[in-house]
Each structure stands twice: as C-alpha cells, then as structure tokens.
C-alpha cells in the first residue's frame, strides 16, 4: 500500500469534509469524485496490490470502512458495492477474469452488484434472472432492484440461474438491452445511487460469466454476499461513531435547567447507551474480521453476527442520538438525522435482521454441544 492507514483515514476525510450532508439532500455523490477515488484503489482496498489495490487485511479495511461510514454512508454504500464486486471477482473468476477486471475496478470504473428482484428478497431461491448459452455467446434477462450503486456503475454483476445452477456475470452497463433506472428518494443513503436494473436479451461474450460454469447458487450467494455483510457491520460501527461524537458533543454543549445535559442522569444513561452500542458493534466486527484473516471455518457464522449486531445496535443508537439532540439533529442532512434513516436500511440489506437471526439460529442447533 502506497500510504499508511491514518494517511488514507485523512485523507478521505480531506475529500468529504462537510459536504456528506449535501450529498444526502440531493441524492447524488459527484461522479468525477467516486471516480478519482477508485482510481486511487480507495473503493475497494482489500484488492491486492498486484491489481492495483492496497491489499488491506479484513481488519484494517474494516478500520477504513468505518471511517468512511461515519463520515457518508452513500459513500460506504459505493465502496461497499465496489468491494463486493472486486470479492466476487477473485473469488469465482479465473486468473485472466481477476487479471482483467481487478485493475479496472482499481483504476476509476465502478460497479454494482445485482441479486435481489421483485420477486426473491430474502429468498434469492426465488430468483428468476437467467443466463443461457447461445452459440459463442450468453444471453441475460431478468429484472433486478435496489442494486447499490447501479446508477453510478461502468459493470454490473449480475447473478443469475445459468444451466443447472447459478452464476454471476459482468455487464457491461452500456450495453445493449440494459436499462438502469435510478430509485429516487430512498429511506437513508440516499446519494448511494440505488436503482433498479432490468436486463433485456442482453448478449454478451461467453466469458463473461465469472469462472465460466454453474455453481449451487446458495455458494454463489453465500459467496458474494460475505464481504458486504462484514463491510456493512463496519459501516454500522461508523455510524455509531459519528452518533456518539455528536451525542456527547451536543449534550456537553448545551445547558438545560442550569447545568449541562450530560449533567442529568436521563441523559447522561443515553450516551451511555450509545457508548456501549459502539463498543459492542466494534468487538463483534473486530471478532469477524480476524476469523477473515486467519482463513477460519466459522467466518461466515462470524460475519453474519456481526453484521446482524453492529446493524441492529446502529439502529438503536442513531434513535438513541436523535433522543438526545432533538430538534438539533431533527434537521434533513445533519449527520444525527441520516444516521437515523441509513441505520434502519442497515436492519434490511444483505440479509435482513430476521434472516440473519434464522441462519444464527441453525447454527446454534447444529453445534455439537446442541440438544
């Protein structure tokens, strides 16, 4: 890596600086900025430095991730999208795909990733996209939605049924048959350029399909969806940061009744809430992130607790710093208010809180030690 992590860390906050809110209020990050970053291998740094990325270990991305999450979410939401399609790439393509891909997802274009539809949320068993064979060619069709970061994406990775299973492919977003349309006003990240994708006989070169056959599509799904499970707990944890640094703030700053808000006990119990939400949210990420790098078999259970946890102790704790600010931070764009409204999205994408609760619960069952 180029720079050291606390360079990068200021860096990033050099480009925000206090324009997250305005971003937030006209929905859009600027381009020209998305694409600098990823020129700069800051949108997905856990690519190895090989394909021109920082090759960051889980932890220390996680480290940046958070950074970036309480400083913009939309923004996180982009680096998160990027990374996920950067992971998928290594993961299930060949050495010539990650050779081909990898130093243009580390050189400026921008992707997203496409699973869920109208139809197959939770349920990607559900899922009706699919990839056929034609001569030299593939041919895709189907409709995604909420794919993060579509609006902005050069590709898109797009999962869908292929032979006896499943597959991901990339497209390109220019391609003929493609048609993104931008969400307008979403709940929370609302600069994040979600959109609905629909693929119509879109026909492209037979390697596109990353590794180039079939796989089970829970391995596909199970796959790609690892890294934006642990990118979105670390999110989680910047937010948390960012509740509590205006939390503490505000209830220091302002006096109520003669003396200042931390000095009352109802109060001062909310920022201990919020202190707590954020330590927690940073243990259980912490945890995930070296199960990563030590390669261990419980990863996955580890990184859909943490993301389940950090998520939902978001949510908690952004509602817990509006209590505190009130109509301080009830104004649209303040960082309390979009912590509030990105924080409930977190409860909702890659995997819902009642999904991950489920797969939780399966693998308490499935202990040896269980009944």
Same mark, same amino acid.
């Given at each position: 890596?180029?720079?050291?992590?606390?360079?990068?860390?200021?860096?990033?906050?050099?480009?925000?600086?206090?324009?997250?809110?305005?971003?937030?209020?006209?929905? &859009?990050?600027?381009?020209?900025?998305?694409?600098?970053?990823?020129?700069?291998?800051?949108?997905?740094?856990?690519?190895?430095?090989?394909?021109?990325?920082?090759?960051?270990?889980?932890?220390?991305?996680?480290?940046?991730?958070?950074?970036?999450?309480?400083?913009?979410?939309?923004?996180?939401?982009?680096?998160?999208?990027?990374?996920?399609?950067?992971?998928?790439?290594?993961?299930?393509?060949?050495?010539?795909?990650?050779?081909?891909?990898?130093?243009?997802?580390?050189?400026?274009?921008?992707?997203?990733?496409?699973?869920?539809?109208?139809?197959?949320?939770?349920?990607?068993?559900?899922?009706?996209?699919?990839?056929?064979?034609?001569?030299?060619?593939?041919?895709?069709?189907?409709?995604?939605?909420?794919?993060?970061?579509?609006?902005?994406?050069?590709?898109?990775?797009?999962?869908?049924?292929?032979?006896?299973?499943?597959?991901?492919?990339?497209?390109?977003?220019?391609?003929?048959?493609?048609?993104?349309?931008?969400?307008?006003?979403?709940?929370?990240?609302?600069?994040?350029?979600?959109?609905?994708?629909?693929?119509?006989?879109?026909?492209?070169?037979?390697?596109?399909?990353?590794?180039?056959?079939?796989?089970?599509?829970?391995? &596909?799904?199970?796959?790609? &969806?690892?890294?934006?499970?642990?990118?979105?707990?670390?999110?989680?944890?910047?937010?948390?940061?960012?509740?509590? +640094?205006?939390?503490?703030?505000?209830?220091?700053?302002?006096?109520?009744?003669?003396?200042?808000?931390?000095?009352?006990?109802?109060?001062?119990?909310?920022?201990?809430?919020?202190?707590?939400?954020?330590?927690?949210?940073?243990?259980?990420?912490?945890?995930?992130?070296?199960?990563?790098?030590?390669?261990?078999?419980?990863?996955?259970?580890?990184?859909?607790?943490?993301?389940?946890?950090?998520?939902?102790?978001?949510?908690?704790?952004? +509602?817990?710093?509006?209590?505190? &600010?009130?109509?301080?931070?009830?104004?649209?764009?303040?960082?309390?208010?979009?912590?509030?409204?990105d924080a409930k999205l977190m409860e909702i994408i890659e995997g819902s809180n009642?999904?991950?609760?489920?797969?939780?619960?399966?693998?308490?069952?499935?202990?040896?030690?269980?009944?």
């Amino acid at each position: 890596m180029g720079e050291d992590l606390a360079g990068a860390l200021t860096a990033v906050t050099l480009r925000v600086g206090d324009l997250a809110g305005e971003w937030d209020r006209t929905g &859009l990050l600027p381009l020209d900025l998305l694409h600098e970053l990823g020129a700069e291998g800051r949108l997905c740094a856990e690519v190895p430095e090989e394909y021109g990325g920082w090759g960051l270990s889980s932890m220390h991305n996680g480290t940046y991730t958070a950074h970036v999450g309480g400083l913009c979410g939309s923004l996180r939401s982009v680096m998160t999208s990027q990374g996920m399609a950067a992971w998928t790439v290594r993961r299930l393509g060949t050495a010539e795909q990650s050779a081909g891909y990898l130093p243009r997802l580390t050189g400026g274009e921008l992707a997203a990733v496409g699973f869920s539809e109208p139809g197959a949320g939770s349920d990607l068993a559900a899922m009706t996209t699919t990839v056929r064979r034609d001569g030299d060619s593939i041919v895709v069709d189907g409709h995604k939605k909420w794919v993060t970061a579509a609006h902005y994406a050069d590709l898109l990775v797009i999962v869908g049924r292929y032979e006896d299973g499943a597959a991901a492919v990339v497209v390109p977003a220019d391609a003929p048959g493609v048609r993104v349309e931008r969400i307008t006003d979403p709940l929370g990240c609302r600069a994040a350029g979600h959109a609905d994708v629909r693929l119509d006989g879109v026909r492209l070169p037979a390697d596109s399909v990353l590794g180039g056959y079939a796989l089970p599509l829970s391995l &596909l799904v199970t796959t790609a &969806l690892a890294y934006g499970r642990i990118s979105v707990a670390w999110g989680c944890v910047g937010i948390l940061r960012a509740c509590l +640094a205006a939390a503490t703030a505000h209830a220091a700053g302002r006096e109520q009744f003669g003396e200042p808000l931390a000095g009352h006990q109802l109060v001062a119990g909310h920022l201990a809430d919020i202190f707590t939400a954020e330590q927690v949210a940073s243990r259980v990420c912490e945890h995930a992130s070296r199960r990563w790098d030590e390669g261990a078999p419980d990863q996955v259970v580890a990184t859909v607790l943490a993301k389940h946890v950090s998520a939902t102790q978001a949510a908690r704790g952004a +509602a817990t710093a509006v209590q505190v &600010l009130a109509s301080a931070g009830a104004r649209d764009g303040h960082p309390v208010a979009r912590a509030y409204r990105d924080a409930k999205l977190m409860e909702i994408i890659e995997g819902s809180n009642e999904l991950c609760r489920l797969m939780l619960a399966q693998h308490a069952l499935s202990r040896p030690e269980a009944p």
